[in-house]
């Protein structure tokens, strides 16, 4: 089993443990705010600025989007490292090197 396998296992079994899963369907996931909340830290601030300080909420942010994302592979039977795979290959022949 994959390392990202086990994220996704403990995410859901988190979320099963408290029956939040009626919450978790795939329009309500994709819709998050949690991206937005993300770019909050960013906002009308340098890079820098924001990261200085703000870095705590970004790493928690972060780890909010990587949540609701893997539970949106998970509900939508994707496979987090083979869509990975596919965008980049996908990527690399729309923005080629040199």
Same mark, same amino acid.
């Given at each position: 089993?994959? =390392? +990202?396998? =086990? +994220? *996704?296992?403990? *995410? @859901?079994?988190?979320? =099963?443990d408290r029956n939040w899963g009626k919450h978790h369907n795939p329009k309500d996931l994709a819709i998050s705010i949690e991206a937005a909340e993300l770019l909050e830290d960013f906002q009308w601030v340098s890079s820098e600025e924001a990261v200085k300080a703000n870095?705590? @909420?970004? %790493?928690e942010e972060i780890a909010d989007v990587l949540i609701y994302s893997f539970?949106?592979?998970s509900e939508l039977g994707l496979d987090v490292?083979? *869509? #990975?795979?596919?965008k980049m #290959? %996908?990527?690399g022949r729309k923005y080629p090197v040199g």
């Amino acid at each position: 089993m994959s =390392d +990202i396998q =086990d +994220i *996704i296992n403990a *995410i @859901n079994k988190f979320r =099963d443990d408290r029956n939040w899963g009626k919450h978790h369907n795939p329009k309500d996931l994709a819709i998050s705010i949690e991206a937005a909340e993300l770019l909050e830290d960013f906002q009308w601030v340098s890079s820098e600025e924001a990261v200085k300080a703000n870095h705590e @909420n970004i %790493k928690e942010e972060i780890a909010d989007v990587l949540i609701y994302s893997f539970m949106l592979c998970s509900e939508l039977g994707l496979d987090v490292k083979e *869509i #990975v795979e596919e965008k980049m #290959v %996908k990527n690399g022949r729309k923005y080629p090197v040199g």
